[in-house]
């Protein structure tokens, strides 16, 4: 349920939107803004459907995505063009600077997991192992072209330096354990142990941009077609990315599997060249896990304390969902790691 201040900054974020996209679409007579939108229509932002008419007269759908922080703005304009040459994102048609991106949109948005049969949903995991191992493998971005700086992650409590985030969210989160006791379980102490044990495993990888908002993929007709909402794309490393997949084996959404690990992850392996071992795939869960963990902790900002009640009530209904997510994936990996040996919990 959002507040009151919530929802009246929303209503000023459409406003806002509404007014900007008008303008544009007053100067830029091919575009126009669709009379139906989707129910959804962003978190941070706003989205919202519209089409181009292209110099062959077609009608081109198109997106309309309205920032409004500019860091978010400058962020994903340059991931956009930073990716363009993998095929894997939507191309800029379009921009007003600081606010607005016109994009081409995607036939879907997310998974169309039910229509997907068991030879579709293996196809759709090479071709998304085959499109992971490109943007891992993308140059990272120079000094010179970077977009923002790294004090507008700040409020992720994020840098470059891998293994020092690492530490100080496992350091809290062994923190809020021992004060929460939902969390006072064998499990999520091998969990944590498992993380803690691959931090210089993890910090020695080289850097990547990583899209940890994974989900936000377009799956469409059998094919995998590209990933969008980019603005929060930011260095990491390969086993972040992997660990961000291999949420979509059997994603809390869906009730049944969907994505079929083991083809994408020979496909992965196939376009990088390289084999993973059991070090690689423990890696991957730990990051998977650290995924949890993050937010366990409110992005490296709460350390247990109890006058918090926000923060302890958000650990405290998040609970089962979390152990029950992290589990999950414990299993999804069972045929590429001695998973008991590090989880004894769950024999």
């Given at each position: 349920m959002k507040?009151?201040?919530?929802?009246?900054?929303?209503?000023?974020?459409?406003?806002?939107?509404?007014?900007t996209l008008t303008e544009f679409c007053n100067e830029h007579p091919a575009y126009s803004i669709d009379a139906d939108q989707?129910?959804?229509?962003?978190?941070?932002?706003?989205?919202?459907?519209?089409?181009?008419r292209t110099e062959e007269g077609q009608q081109q759908p198109i997106v309309f995505k309205y920032f409004i922080r500019t860091y978010r703005f400058s962020q994903e304009y340059f991931c956009l063009h930073h990716f363009a040459d993998t095929g894997?994102?939507?191309?800029?048609?379009?921009?007003?600077?600081?606010?607005?991106?016109?994009?081409?949109?995607?036939?879907?948005?997310?998974i169309e997991a039910e229509q997907l049969n068991l030879v579709e949903r293996k196809a759709v995991s090479s071709e998304m192992g085959k499109a992971v191992a490109?943007?891992?493998?993308?140059?990272?971005?120079?000094?010179?072209?970077?977009?923002?700086?790294?004090?507008?992650?700040?409020?992720?409590?994020?840098?470059?330096?891998?293994?020092?985030?690492?530490?100080?969210v496992l350091s809290l989160c062994r923190q809020i354990q021992a004060v929460v006791p939902s969390y006072q379980t064998p499990f999520y102490s091998e969990a944590l142990a498992l993380t803690e044990q691959h931090v210089d495993f993890i910090d020695q990888q080289p850097r990547v941009l990583f899209h940890e908002d994974f989900a936000n993929l377009s799956v469409h007709q059998g094919h995998f077609l590209g990933f969008y909402d980019l603005e929060m794309v930011r260095i990491g490393t390969e086993a972040m990315q992997l660990g961000?997949?291999?949420?979509?084996?059997?994603?809390q959404w869906i009730d049944s599997e969907w994505l079929v690990w083991a083809d994408f992850i020979q496909a992965f392996q196939e376009t990088t060249r390289r084999t993973l071992d059991e070090a690689d795939f423990l890696a991957i869960l730990a990051m998977n896990h650290f995924y949890y963990h993050i937010r366990l902790c409110r992005w490296g900002k709460w350390n247990g304390n109890p006058a918090e009640i926000e923060n302890m009530n958000f650990a405290t209904s998040n609970a089962a969902s979390y152990l029950?997510?992290?589990?999950?994936?414990?299993?999804?990996?069972?045929e590429w790691v001695d998973l008991y040996k590090w989880f004894p919990s769950l024999r």
């Open positions: 507040t009151k201040e919530q929802l009246a900054e929303r209503e000023e974020l459409a406003k806002q939107s509404e007014l989707p129910e959804y229509r962003g978190g941070t932002n706003l989205i919202t459907f519209g089409h181009r894997h994102v939507p191309k800029i048609l379009a921009a007003v600077p600081d606010r607005l991106i016109v994009m081409t949109r995607y036939p879907a948005s997310g490109d943007w891992v493998r993308w140059p990272l971005p120079n000094a010179e072209n970077w977009p923002t700086p790294q004090t507008e992650f700040e409020q992720l409590q994020w840098r470059t330096d891998m293994g020092e985030i690492i530490g100080h961000c997949a291999l949420e979509l084996v059997n994603p029950t997510n992290i589990k999950r994936t414990c299993f999804s990996l069972r």
